[in-house]
């Protein structure tokens, strides 16, 4: 009960969760994109990191940021950048679920598939200590290492280093 009030009382979903809710907290997002983003060289390469999109409610006319995740990708480096930036985060879901014999990779990579999800609505690649430990947990479903151990291994290994620092 305490995290759907969380949840609907944060500003982000003072609108709900409707179509309309998204359209008009997001609408003029994407629209700006789509009419600033017109040439194809735009759409394979994108602008560079320090690239400018067209803003309808910035006095200025452009902003260095969009507020999509998927869209800043695409801003930052195009399709020659979402596309494999998308590969590597699925493949990582993929091995840390499905290939993984501990609960502790499948717990990173079940993170690294709500923050591909939440790309769709926010969540910017950004340089913070969240999106490295995003990458971290990508490295980990990827090292076949890490995947091997089992639960009773894993167990054990944190349980030792704990006795070892008391």
């Not at 600033?36 to 560079?48: E, H, N, V």
């Not at 695409?74 to 950048?81: C, M, S, T, V």
């Not at 717990?107 to 969540?123: D, Q």
């Amino acid at each position: 009960f305490s995290f759907g009030y969380l949840l609907q009382s944060t500003y982000a979903f003072e609108r709900g969760f409707s179509k309309d809710a998204f359209e008009e907290s997001r609408g003029a997002v994407f629209r700006d994109f789509h009419e600033d983003f017109t040439s194809a060289s735009d759409w394979i390469f994108g602008r560079g990191i320090m690239g400018r999109v067209y803003r309808s409610f910035y006095s200025g006319g452009s902003l260095d940021i969009v507020e999509q995740g998927f869209l800043t990708v695409i801003l930052r480096g195009g399709l020659l950048y979402l596309i494999p930036f998308v590969l590597i985060f699925f493949r990582a879901i993929y091995l840390g679920f499905f290939k993984s014999n501990n609960d502790m990779i499948k717990a990173l990579s079940i993170l690294v598939f709500l923050h591909i999800l939440l790309m769709f609505y926010f969540n910017l690649p950004d340089y913070s200590t969240y999106y490295v430990f995003i990458w971290i947990a990508i490295g980990a479903c990827y090292n076949p290492n890490l995947r091997a151990i089992s639960n009773a291994d894993f167990y054990k290994a944190i349980n030792s280093v704990d006795r070892k620092c008391n």
